[in-house]
């Protein structure tokens, strides 16, 4: 099944792609700056919310939402998830370079497999295309008024 997007399509799929990766990202950097919090210590969730990077987060992970449910007005789930996925590459190369995490050649493995994955499963027929609802125009043209 082939998949015609319009670009304007595909640009809310990098949104949701890029939005969700960057704001995990900067929340991380944030949290780490914070430091950890358990029960005791529930405070600092509050302290966390001044920190710029924990901010950043989570206005780019509002603008996630936004464009997620953007996408899955137009596109079946089983459709959206797969084409967003190259997100975890994204992470994976933010968090080794920009975050200096060590990545172990078993992650770099488990991200590789699901890439491959959700290539097969988004080259199958997953996504449905579905007439505009429009519920106010089905009242009026029940004849209700008549």
Not at 15 to 30: I, K
Not at 37 to 64: E, K, Q, R, S, T
Not at 80 to 107: D, N
């Amino acid at each position: 099944m082939k998949h015609k997007l319009e670009p304007s399509q595909y640009a809310i799929l990098v949104a949701v792609m890029l939005t969700a990766s960057v704001g995990d990202t900067l929340l991380s950097h944030g949290m780490s700056q914070v430091g950890p919090v358990d029960l005791h210590h529930l405070g600092l969730l509050f302290h966390a919310l001044a920190n710029p990077y924990i901010i950043a987060g989570i206005v780019l992970l509002i603008g996630f939402f936004a464009s997620y449910m953007t996408a899955l007005s137009w596109a079946d789930l089983t459709f959206v998830m797969p084409a967003t996925a190259f997100g975890y590459v994204v992470v994976a190369l933010l968090s080794r370079f920009w975050l200096h995490e060590h990545l172990s050649i078993y992650r770099w493995a488990g991200i590789l497999l699901i890439v491959c994955a959700v290539g097969f499963v988004a080259g199958g027929p997953s996504r449905t295309d579905h007439e505009p609802v429009h519920h106010e125009l089905d009242v009026m043209d029940s004849g209700a008024g008549r």
